[in-house]
C-alpha cells in the first residue's frame, strides 16, 4: 500500500480503528490524517493494491501529543466515529470521522480552576 500525495512527510505514528475501515496518522505537519482501507484487503489480497490518499485533514495549532479512536467506534454508526486528539498548549479536541469537523473541546483545569491551556 503506497500513501500518494504531493506533499513529502514524515509520519510519527498510526492508528487502526477499532473497526478495522480505516487508518488514522499523525505527521510533522500538525495534521491527523485519515486513510481508507482498499476494498481489496478486506479480500486478503494484498497484490496491486491502489495508493490511497487522505480523505479527511484535521489541523493542530501545536505539536500533536497524542490521538486516539472512541473505543467503540463502527463505521455502521456515525454518530460512535470520533476521535480525541491533545496538542501542545491547546485543549482536548473531540472530531468527527466522518466529516472532519470538531465536535467539541475539553479544557483542562489545575487545582485553583484555572484554565491550563490557552485555547
Same mark, same amino acid.
Given at each position: 500500500?503506497?500513501?500518494? #500525495?504531493? $506533499?513529502? !512527510?514524515?509520519?510519527?505514528?498510526?492508528? /487502526?480503528? %477499532?473497526?478495522? #475501515? *480505516? @487508518?488514522?496518522?499523525? +505527521?510533522? &505537519?500538525? *495534521? !491527523?490524517? /485519515?486513510?481508507?482501507?482498499? $476494498?481489496? @484487503?478486506?479480500?486478503?489480497?494484498?497484490?496491486?493494491?491502489? %495508493? @490511497?490518499?487522505? =480523505?479527511?485533514?484535521?489541523? $493542530?495549532?501545536?505539536?500533536?501529543?497524542?490521538? *486516539?479512536?472512541?473505543?467503540?467506534?463502527?463505521?455502521?454508526? %456515525?454518530?460512535? *466515529?470520533?476521535?480525541?486528539?491533545?496538542?501542545?498548549?491547546? %485543549? =482536548?479536541?473531540?472530531? &468527527?470521522?466522518?466529516?472532519? $469537523?470538531?465536535?467539541?473541546?475539553?479544557?483542562?483545569?489545575?487545582?485553583? =480552576?484555572? +484554565?491550563?491551556? &490557552?485555547?
Amino acid at each position: 500500500m503506497m500513501y500518494k #500525495s504531493a $506533499e513529502l !512527510l514524515c509520519f510519527y505514528s498510526m492508528k /487502526l480503528a %477499532p473497526d478495522g #475501515s *480505516c @487508518i488514522l496518522t499523525n +505527521s510533522e &505537519d500538525q *495534521c !491527523l490524517r /485519515l486513510f481508507n482501507l482498499p $476494498e481489496k @484487503i478486506y479480500n486478503r489480497e494484498t497484490q496491486n493494491l491502489p %495508493p @490511497i490518499d487522505a =480523505v479527511l485533514k484535521m489541523f $493542530e495549532s501545536g505539536t500533536i501529543y497524542d490521538y *486516539c479512536w472512541y473505543p467503540g467506534m463502527s463505521s455502521a454508526y %456515525p454518530d460512535t *466515529c470520533c476521535l480525541a486528539s491533545t496538542s501542545k498548549n491547546n %485543549p =482536548v479536541h473531540l472530531w &468527527d470521522a466522518f466529516t472532519g $469537523e470538531l465536535r467539541c473541546t475539553y479544557r483542562a483545569y489545575d487545582q485553583s =480552576v484555572s +484554565s491550563i491551556s &490557552d485555547f
